[in-house]
Structures are given as C-alpha cells and as structure tokens.
C-alpha cells in the first residue's frame, strides 16, 4: 500500500460551481517534495499545504480535512469512459495505490510515511462542480451508482509531512462493519439503511452523521 501522489488545487472561478465565491479548487495536481498535513480549525480549510478549498459548507474543515481516492478506481473509471485519468483528477488530494479504500471502515485509521496518521470519516457526495468539471452526462448519478466507489474523506489525528511514494498501512479497523461504500450506499441509494450506520456516528463527518440523525428521527420505527 502507498500513496501514489500528493494533490493540490488552486482557486479558479468557473461557471460550474454553486460556490458563493464562483471559484473552485477541484482542479488538483501532483506535487513533489514533502507536504505538510494538519487538522483545520472548524469551518477551516484543507488539511493539506498549498490547497485551496472554495465552498466550506461542503468541503474542509476537520472532518473533511483530506480526500483520497483510489488509483485502482480511476483506472476503473478510465476502462467505463474512454479516457485518461491522472492523479487529482477527481478532486482527490490522496492518490493511493493497493489501499481498498471503498471497504475501509468509518475510523479505520491509516498512518502515511513514518508519523502522519488520518481517520476515515466518509465517502464523497458528488456535486454539480464534481459533475461540471468532469464533463460527463449524467454524472452524479453514474458516480454514486458506481461499483468503482465514492473514495473516502479523512481527518487528520497525527500531523506530519507526507510525499508521493510513502508507505501507508492500516493501523487501528474499529468494531463496527459501516465501510465508506455501505455509508455512501445508505446515504444516496437506500436511506432506510441509514440507521444502521449511527454505529459509526462518533467517527463520521457532519454531514453524513445529520444526515443519518434526522432520517433516523424521522422514520425510526416506520416502514418508511
């Protein structure tokens, strides 16, 4: 298992985004040299150096302070599209490489290279600045009925510097069966699987754990 590249995005004003400020970062690129990772402050930014983040109602913060996706999943991608994914073309900031990043359970905890150490928290939602920047027809709906995987957002427990080519290994899997896929599955496609998955609700990002609390406020104990 290792990290295959380091991503970052700089701030463009597109016509695709809902953003307040009509800019995104997803356009993220790889990096040489070491890069340094830490948890933002709440309502902050990207865990990651040099990364622009543009819609903090969605993105950033300690929560979703990373994105990684897998390598394996954009060669996927590139066999269904017919085209060429590089590194960071799917807005990740993680690329990764022989890490089942899918099946990872909600507070897995992966360290990268000698110190860094992040947690598991999610899996993306797709948004129209995901769908506008990849250019493809009905893309939201293809990225989460995928078998390829949402990829996982991550928050960061041990700060450090990271750099393509570290060594990443799993090092603590909690004692609950709620993967990234599972969550992201009850989350756009099944909703009343949504109550099983608060088994993971102290490890999961805001938006996926209100998500899952209301549903389960709502309809717990219906046949809804």
């Given at each position: 298992?290792?990290?295959?590249?380091?991503?970052?995005?700089?701030?463009?004003?597109v016509?695709?985004?809902?953003?307040?400020?009509?800019?995104?970062?997803?356009?993220?690129?790889?990096?040489?040299?070491?890069?340094?990772v830490?948890a933002?402050l709440?309502?902050?930014a990207?865990?990651?150096?040099g990364?622009?983040?543009?819609?903090?109602?969605?993105?950033?913060?300690?929560?979703?302070?990373l994105?990684?996706?897998?390598r394996?999943?954009?060669?996927?991608?590139?066999?269904?599209?017919?085209?060429?994914?590089?590194?960071?073309?799917?807005?990740?900031?993680?690329?990764?490489?022989?890490?089942?990043?899918?099946?990872?359970?909600?507070?897995?905890?992966?360290?990268?290279?000698?110190t860094?150490?992040?947690?598991?928290?999610?899996?993306?939602?797709?948004?129209?600045t995901?769908?506008?920047?990849?250019e493809?027809?009905?893309?939201?709906?293809?990225?989460n009925?995928?078998?390829?995987?949402?990829?996982?957002?991550l928050?960061v427990?041990?700060?450090?510097?990271?750099?393509?080519?570290?060594?990443?290994?799993?090092?603590?899997?909690?004692a609950?069966?709620?993967?990234?896929?599972?969550?992201?599955h009850?989350?756009?496609?099944?909703?009343?699987?949504?109550?099983?998955t608060?088994?993971?609700?102290e490890?999961?990002?805001?938006?996926?754990?209100?998500?899952?609390?209301?549903?389960?406020e709502?309809?717990?104990?219906?046949?809804?």
């Amino acid at each position: 298992m290792e990290l295959l590249s380091v991503n970052v995005g700089q701030a463009k004003t597109v016509e695709y985004t809902n953003a307040p400020s009509g800019t995104s970062g997803i356009d993220k690129r790889p990096v040489e040299g070491p890069v340094r990772v830490e948890a933002p402050l709440p309502g902050g930014a990207s865990g990651v150096e040099g990364d622009d983040v543009c819609d903090l109602r969605f993105h950033g913060g300690p929560d979703r302070a990373l994105y990684a996706f897998a390598r394996e999943d954009l060669d996927a991608w590139e066999r269904e599209l017919g085209r060429t994914f590089t590194p960071g073309q799917f807005g990740e900031n993680l690329t990764t490489r022989g890490l089942d990043v899918n099946n990872a359970l909600i507070g897995e905890r992966w360290r990268i290279g000698d110190t860094v150490v992040v947690e598991v928290t999610g899996g993306r939602i797709p948004c129209r600045t995901f769908a506008g920047f990849v250019e493809e027809s009905g893309w939201v709906r293809r990225f989460n009925e995928s078998a390829a995987g949402p990829g996982a957002l991550l928050r960061v427990v041990v700060p450090g510097e990271i750099r393509a080519g570290d060594p990443m290994e799993i090092v603590h899997r909690p004692a609950h069966g709620v993967t990234v896929a599972r969550l992201h599955h009850a989350a756009v496609r099944d909703r009343s699987l949504l109550p099983e998955t608060l088994v993971a609700a102290e490890w999961m990002e805001s938006g996926l754990l209100g998500l899952a609390r209301t549903y389960t406020e709502k309809y717990a104990g219906t046949e809804k």
